[in-house]
């Protein structure tokens, strides 16, 4: 699947499969893009993100969606080592999810999306060439953020 969700097709019609990190990378935005009970086959699958839409953007939600978000990608995203999650605020209704794998490797970007609490939609940033170009040295720092340098970090 495409990281929207769309099913890929090669150009002998084939569905085209991955495997290793790009496997990896797509099923951890799936997890985060799925609202729990939004596939009737696998019905435990997904992230509660949907319960936060309306919640003020403070420490306390910042503090709940990141237990969350890694107590449910630990659940069903593997091969990647420990998952951790840290939520920035990025303006007065949105925050940035970062998503790292923490392995032999050290500290390794995943993803990073932006949620809103207004309608509750993730838009992810990263694309793959970028994690993969970032991956390859190892440690990463957060980008700086201005609306941080004005108000206290989470």
């Known amino acids: ?73 630990n659940q069903f995203v593997h091969g990647l080592g420990i998952i951790t999650v840290r939520v920035i605020p990025f303006d007065e209704w949105s925050v940035n999810i970062f998503v790292f794998a923490n392995n032999q490797k050290g500290q390794v970007p995943i993803a990073r999306l932006v949620y809103s609490y207004r309608d509750g939609i993730s838009h992810r940033v990263f694309d793959p060439a970028q994690i993969s170009a970032i991956s390859q040295g190892g440690q990463h720092s957060i980008p700086d953020n201005p609306y941080l340098r004005k108000n206290q970090e989470l």
Do not use: C, K
């Open 1 to 73: 699947m495409s990281l929207n969700g769309e099913g890929l097709i090669s150009d002998n019609g084939d569905f085209l499969l991955t495997s290793g990190m790009d496997e990896s990378l797509r099923e951890v935005n799936r997890v985060v893009r799925t609202e729990i009970s939004g596939w009737r086959t696998f019905p435990t699958y997904g992230t509660p993100l949907h319960n936060f839409v309306g919640q003020p953007n403070a420490r306390e939600t910042a503090q709940e969606m990141t237990q969350q978000l890694e107590i449910y990608l």
